[in-house]
């Protein structure tokens, strides 16, 4: 009975072990049969979406900032052919912007309204106005200034519509482009008038007290206590007259340092704007020093800013205080006729002031116009205003720069009419004084696109 007993027990354990493996065996099998399950699907998905992304790229319209991969032409100046790129992100621009670095855009075929070029079998359609770019190269020849230079956005969609540059000597144009930042004179007052409102309580009936002059850099008159003065002024009539005594008062006594530097950065001063063209930085130094930092808030010192950077700080005051990223291809066209790229929705970069001080701002700008330092831009010698129905507004700005040797005019402003606006800004180099100042040559601008 023993024997069988361990016999029955040896078949168990057997059997036991057989079980085991079986388990064993069958546990390999289903781990690897639904191993081949999710192999099988992540591959059909990667083959589903790269189809996909093949059929879109090649049929249908794409959205971005950017274009999908096109082989372009060779450059002029290298002979090489610049490689596949997708710019779907503007951080890494790839041989668009190369190409364009090296090959200016060309505004010359007009189709349906807009400028198109033809670079490597495609059609480049710009954002460009002709009637405002037409304009503004009209103007500029026709008084042979010196060097010009005009910028204008659509100040709610970032879309550019004028990107005109002049010089009366060839061999100098490469000195003149929107794209650069040029000495700013009394455009900072829009920051230094901004920070005022949205941080300080300012209103346009808010009195200023100064001795001396308005204008002029005497450091007697500028270091005053801030309520002394025997002369006042409103800070509406300040900004509309570019009084300088009164904004650096304003910077130094009320702003600071501190809350100026802050403003700058919230126009975006000091920061790299996404642009196809490789916009140069606005920059912005607020020194310590009280004198210096006065001179620095009046527009004296310290700033260098952009023609398209200035034009969107303008805008600003008619779109309810935001700095909108700018871009100027609006689509391209394959050879087959097909949209492979078309810009997407507008981006804001910053919103630096509420709608409230736009708003104030604004009515500022206006004052500048029809009773400031511009009027004479905009009204003709028996006070007539030259864009009825329009209601345009902006500052100038005034200095001397070496880098062209000469006097800066700026103006950068708005107009707007029936729901219509544009934003821009328009600067003349002179040497010696010429016959046009950029208020002029805004105002024709703003002519052009309006009537």
């Keep these: ?37 999710v192999l099988l699907f992540y591959g059909s998905s990667a083959l589903y979406f790269y189809g996909k992304t093949v059929f879109l790229a090649a049929n249908k319209k794409v959205r971005g900032t950017g274009i999908r991969p096109i082989v372009f032409i060779k450059d002029s100046l290298t002979g090489k052919k610049f490689s596949n790129f997708d710019i779907a992100d503007v951080k890494s621009a790839g ?22 070029q033809k670079i490597g079998g495609y059609t480049v359609v710009y954002t460009l106005d002709p009637a405002v770019q037409k304009e503004t190269e009209k103007i500029f020849k026709k008084y042979s200034v010196p060097f010009g230079v005009l910028a204008a956005v659509n100040p709610d969609t970032g879309a550019v519509l004028g990107f005109a540059s002049y010089s009366h000597n060839k061999s100098k144009s490469d000195e003149i482009s929107p794209l650069i930042a040029y000495p700013s004179g009394s455009l900072v007052k829009i920051i230094t008038a901004s920070a005022a409102i949205e941080s300080k309580g300012f209103y346009p009936g808010f009195n200023i007290c100064f ?14 206590n801030i309520g002394t003065g025997s002369n ?6 300040a900004f509309a007259k570019s009084c300088d005594v009164a904004f650096g008062k304003v910077a130094g006594y009320y702003v600071g340092r501190k ?26 130094y607020i ?4 004198y210096q930092l006065e001179l620095t808030g009046a527009g004296f010192k310290n700033v260098k800013m952009t023609p398209l950077l200035a034009a969107l700080i303008a805008g600003s005051a008619v779109n309810g205080g935001k700095i909108v990223e700018p871009y100027i291809i609006k689509e391209i066209i394959s050879s087959s006729g097909k949209v492979v790229y078309i810009h997407k929705e507008p981006k804001v970069l910053n919103v630096p002031i509420t709608v ?3 708003s104030v701002l604004k009515r500022m700008m206006i004052a500048t116009v029809t009773k400031g330092v511009a009027h004479a831009d905009f009204y003709n010698t028996a006070g007539r205003y030259m864009l009825p129905g329009v209601i345009a507004g902006g500052k100038t700005g005034t200095i001397s720069g070496n880098n062209p040797q000469g006097l800066y005019q700026w103006f950068a402003g708005f107009g707007e009419m029936k729901g219509k606006k544009i934003a821009l800004s328009a600067l003349v180099i002179e040497n010696p004084v010429w016959k046009i100042e950029g208020g002029g040559v805004a105002e024709k601008a703003l002519f052009g696109y309006f009537f």
């Design 287 to 290: 020194p310590r020093k009280f």
């Design 211 to 224: 001795n001396g002059t308005m204008y002029g850099t005497d450091k007697a008159y500028w270091k005053q």
């Design 356 to 358: 409230k001080t736009a």
């Design 95 to 116: 041989s668009l912007k190369k190409y364009f670095k090296y090959n200016p855009p060309v505004f010359k075929t007009i189709l349906d309204g807009r400028y198109v």
């Design 1 to 37: 009975m023993e024997r069988i007993k361990d016999w029955k027990s040896y078949q168990k354990t057997l059997n036991k072990r057989k079980d085991k493996k079986n388990k064993f065996i069958s546990l390999i099998k289903y781990t690897a049969i639904i191993i081949f399950i």
């Design 259 to 284: 809350l100026l530097t802050d403003y700058f950065n919230k126009f975006y001063f000091n920061k790299k704007i996404p642009f196809i063209l490789g916009l140069h930085k606005s920059k912005a």
């Design 232 to 237: 006042t002024i409103s800070f509406k009539q």
